[in-house]
């Protein structure tokens, strides 16, 4: 099975860090997302990245940016963390072309103070 | 551009009752389709898919056709269980660049 890690379950920081949240997948997927999850609000794509060096801004790119050096990581970055960015954080991978839609990390629940 | 609306929650049922949870979807050609679970504290799993019209995707005992006609693809389960509490998502790919776009969830709810 393909699996999708995140790095971290749960952090907290606080307002004005620089933040990184890492995603690795391990089955050699070209696609890789993040999304924020909020409730009442759904999934919402923030960036994503077809190939490595690759990205492309989602739904919400405001306030974040990411890096994708390597084919099996896609890194988050917040750049200046505030308590808007509060959330849950999900990073996803996907192979193009086979609709076997996409494969989920289990979050990573980010409180901002 | 592609759009999914999906039935707000929360869903409250009592254990072997009947569930529906309806989508509906706006996509140009002829997209591929997804049901996705969320338990609690976990990220999304695919459920089940339909990648033409007609299809009827299947797993764990829920069901759910492509209906290119009314646009829709709607989750049903005949017997729902205490386990089968968690937030359900609809989902559409279409396009080139292999983006899902996600209703906004339903929370489900099994009493026992």
């Known amino acids: 099975d393909v699996k999708v890690t995140q790095s971290s379950r749960y952090l907290v920081k606080r307002t004005g860090e620089k933040v990184f949240l890492e995603c690795v997948q391990d089955?050699?997927?070209?696609?890789m997302f993040w999304y924020r999850q909020d409730p009442g609000l759904g999934l919402r794509l923030i960036y994503f990245?077809?190939?490595?060096?690759?990205?492309e801004k989602g739904d919400i790119p405001e306030g974040y940016s990411v890096s994708r050096e390597k084919k099996e990581r896609f890194s988050l970055i917040l750049e200046s963390a505030s308590t808007n960015q509060t959330s849950m954080y999900l990073c996803?991978?996907?192979?193009?072309?086979?609709?076997?839609?996409?494969?989920f990390g289990s979050g990573t629940r980010l409180t901002v103070v | 551009g592609n759009s999914v609306t999906q039935m707000e929650g929360p869903v409250t049922l009592s254990e072997e009752a009947f569930l529906t949870i309806n989508c509906t979807y706006t996509?140009?050609?002829?997209?591929?389709l997804f049901w996705y679970v969320q338990y609690p504290g976990e990220g999304l799993q695919l459920l089940l898919k339909?990648?033409?019209?007609?299809d009827k995707g299947s797993n764990k005992g829920f069901e759910a056709t492509y209906r290119k006609e009314t646009t829709s693809f709607h989750l049903e389960k005949g017997s729902v269980q205490v386990s089968d509490s968690a937030v359900y998502f609809c989902?559409?790919?279409?396009?080139?660049?292999?983006?899902?776009?996600f209703g906004k969830g339903t929370l489900l709810t099994v009493n026992p």
């Open positions: 996509a140009t050609g002829y997209p591929s």
């Open positions: 989902a559409l790919e279409g396009g080139s660049n292999y983006k899902l776009t």
């Open positions: 990245s077809y190939d490595v060096k690759m990205k």
């Open positions: 996803a991978s996907s192979s193009p072309g086979t609709a076997y839609g996409y494969t």
């Open positions: 089955m050699d997927h070209e696609n």
């Open positions: 339909a990648t033409k019209a007609d």
